[in-house]
Every structure is written in structure tokens, then in C-alpha cells.
């Protein structure tokens, strides 16, 4: 079936380091979606990505979409406490018939350190 | 402007109970998806609504079922409950559903399965 996987799994830095996450889908995406999700909370919506190649920031986040349309990244840089949280992507398969199906990667758990 | 709501916030059943969960969307938003997230994973797509109608459906059991209501609401309907159904049940609102639109998540409801 359809997947998208996302790496690491977690990640631990000192605050001021920088932290990337990836995804790659084992099917063409329509475009992708980026969410974080605090401890006990929900996945709010950060940026959504949807032209081959795309890249966007926020701030201190980069997200990037890949030209083949099955991976993406999103980059932060100088990590701050406030950064903590899971990131999840979230990509919309092209043959999910138009219909607002996501796949959500299983997350990078991101901690700061001060 | 109040986002996605849903109720209960936090629920306990026990196996072979009846469950239902209900939804929300964002004032204005016509399409409703569920999603269950079990601990330590990305969200899990289960159904799409719009208009009343389904117009997607994950992998899961029939034991899983919804509805919309006129007022776009939404409930979640999960029969004879399994251990492996205690999870974070999320709802998500957009406008009508379609591939290009940003989802919006409410605050979920934890179920606990004993």
C-alpha cells in the first residue's frame, strides 16, 4: 500500500543546532503537508507544499518538496526550547482520486536541550 | 473564530463496548475526516465526509463507521471494541474536501480500552 516513511525517529540537539527531518513516499504525491504536534496536543498545520521542487520558509524552517514529487525535508535552524515536539509530514497520494486523503509519516520527535 | 471541536475530550470503554465520538468542523467547512492515532505514530486515515456523503475510506474494519449531519458535524461510531482501538481520534475540517486544501485538526478524543 501506500507509505510514507519519515526518518529519524527522534533526534536530540543542543539549543542552536540545526535539525532536518525527511520523508519519502513510495508514491507520487499531489502535494505534502507538514504538521507539529506537541506532547498531549494535536497535529497543527505548519505549510503545505505542492509544486516539484518547491521550497518555503518560515522563519527559521525550511521545507523543501522534491522534484520528483515523493520527498520532502524540513530544516530548522538554531533550534530553540520552543521547537520541541513531534514534526510530522503528511503527503496526498495523486491517485487518491481527489479526495482529501492523508499519509502521515510516523513522525521525528525532536528534543532541545538548553 | 472557533476551530474544529470535539467531544468527548477523553473517554474509558471496555472491550465489546459501543463507542461514539463527535465532531465539529471550522464555521464555513463541509467536509469532515477522521483519523486514529495510536501512541508513538502518525495519524492513520479512517474516513472522509462531505456534504453527508463518504467519499473516502482507510483500512478499516467495518466495525468502524460515520456519519455527517445536515449541520456538517460529524460523528464516529466504533462497535465492539478492541484493546487495539485505544488511540487518539482525531477530526479534521476543510472546505469541501478536495486534494488542495489544508486540513485543520481539532483537539481529538483519547479513548481507553480495558
Known amino acids: 500500500g501506500q507509505q510514507v516513511m519519515q526518518i529519524p525517529q527522534y533526534q536530540h540537539v543542543q539549543e542552536g543546532e540545526d535539525f532536518t527531518t525527511y520523508c519519502n513516499s513510495s508514491?507520487?504525491?499531489?502535494?505534502i503537508q507538514w504538521y507539529k504536534q506537541r506532547p498531549g496536543g494535536h497535529p497543527v498545520f505548519l505549510i503545505q507544499?505542492?509544486?516539484?521542487?518547491e521550497v518555503k520558509k518560515q522563519k527559521r524552517l525550511t521545507f523543501q518538496f522534491g522534484e520528483a514529487k515523493k520527498n520532502s525535508s524540513l530544516h530548522i535552524t538554531a533550534t530553540q526550547t520552543t521547537d520541541v515536539g513531534t514534526y510530522f509530514c503528511?503527503?496526498?497520494?495523486?491517485?487518491?482520486?481527489?479526495?482529501?486523503?492523508?499519509?502521515f509519516g510516523a513522525g521525528t520527535r525532536l528534543a532541545v536541550h538548553p | 473564530d472557533a476551530g474544529v471541536t470535539q467531544s468527548p475530550t477523553h473517554l474509558i470503554k471496555t472491550r465489546g463496548q459501543h463507542v461514539t465520538l463527535r465532531c465539529s468542523p471550522i464555521?464555513?467547512?463541509?467536509?469532515v475526516s477522521w483519523y486514529q492515532q495510536v501512541l508513538g505514530q502518525g495519524p492513520q486515515f479512517i474516513f472522509q465526509?462531505?456534504?453527508?456523503?463518504?467519499?473516502g475510506r482507510g483500512n478499516f474494519p467495518d466495525r468502524f463507521s460515520a456519519r455527517q449531519f445536515p449541520n456538517y458535524s460529524s460523528e464516529l461510531n466504533v462497535n465492539a471494541l478492541l484493546l487495539g482501538d485505544s488511540a487518539l481520534y482525531l477530526c479534521?475540517?476543510?472546505?469541501?474536501?478536495?486534494?488542495?486544501?489544508?486540513?485543520?485538526f481539532g483537539p481529538g478524543t483519547r479513548l481507553l480500552v480495558l
Open positions: 464555521s464555513g467547512h463541509k467536509s
Open positions: 465526509y462531505y456534504e453527508k456523503e463518504e467519499r
Open positions: 479534521a475540517s476543510s472546505t469541501t474536501g478536495q486534494s488542495v486544501e489544508t486540513q485543520y
Open positions: 503528511a503527503g496526498r497520494p495523486q491517485t487518491s482520486g481527489g479526495y482529501n486523503k492523508l499519509i
Open positions: 508514491t507520487t504525491l499531489s502535494n
Open positions: 507544499l505542492v509544486k516539484s521542487g
